[in-house]
């Protein structure tokens, strides 16, 4: 298995605290939760496409190497 649990959990809880934390900073508490989940949703999507693609890029990498 390329992935152990713990790598994937991390993983989960990077994502989810990464796209919290930008849709705090960019988008601000809204008085709606609607909004609020939407732009939490879109936060998720630009953190799952940068973040998570940059993290197994370093984790293939490695492998390829040995490490």
């Known amino acids: 298995m390329i992935f152990r649990r713990v790598e994937i959990e991390d993983i989960i809880i990077a994502t989810l605290v ?5 849709e705090v900073a960019y988008f601000g508490f ?3 939760l609607i909004n609020f989940i939407y732009f939490y949703g879109l ?3 630009a953190v799952l496409t ?3 693609g940059h993290e197994m890029t370093h984790k ?3 492998i390829r190497h040995n490490y």
């Open 18 to 22: 990464l796209g919290f934390s930008f």
């Open 30 to 32: 809204k008085n709606n």
């Open 43 to 45: 936060s998720i999507l």
């Open 50 to 52: 940068a973040f998570v």
């Open 60 to 62: 293939f990498a490695a």
